[in-house]
């Protein structure tokens, strides 16, 4: 049974910094592409960045460049998003979601439950 389960959540001030984590289970990691998709407060999901089955290709929304960087453990079998210089437009429920195929643009069909950030003074 595919798992994903997301946790590293909180609460931090405007510039700080976060790691989550997605620990996955039923799967390897390292076959398929998994993205980051998060949902603000009253607002629709919007995709935040994405892997590829091999871990050498990245891509992220431009909002997020420079700031956001998706990477993963195929040990651990985790995926992970650290969060630099963070925006209290950040403010959201994250979530991994594992694609169907090796790039991230591959159709998401399994998600976890996601974690929650709130960026705040």
């Known amino acids: 049974e595919v798992q994903l389960v997301e946790s590293g959540g909180g609460l931090v001030q405007p510039g700080g910094s976060l790691r989550l984590s997605c620990a996955a289970s039923?799967?390897?990691?390292?076959?398929?592409?998994m993205n980051w998709v998060r949902q603000a407060p009253g607002k629709g999901l919007e995709w935040v960045s994405g892997?590829?089955?091999?871990?050498?290709?990245?891509t992220s929304v431009d909002s997020v460049k420079g700031r956001l960087t998706i990477s993963r453990d195929s040990a651990r079998n985790t995926l992970y998003l650290q969060m630099n210089s963070m925006k209290p437009e950040d403010t959201a429920v994250y979530y991994c979601?594992?694609?169907?195929?090796?790039?991230w643009g591959d159709g998401m069909n399994y998600w976890g439950k996601g974690t929650l950030v709130t960026v705040s003074s």
């Open positions: 979601a594992k694609v169907r195929g090796i790039w």
């Open positions: 892997i590829n089955s091999g871990g050498d290709r990245l």
């Open positions: 039923g799967f390897t990691l390292s076959n398929y592409g």
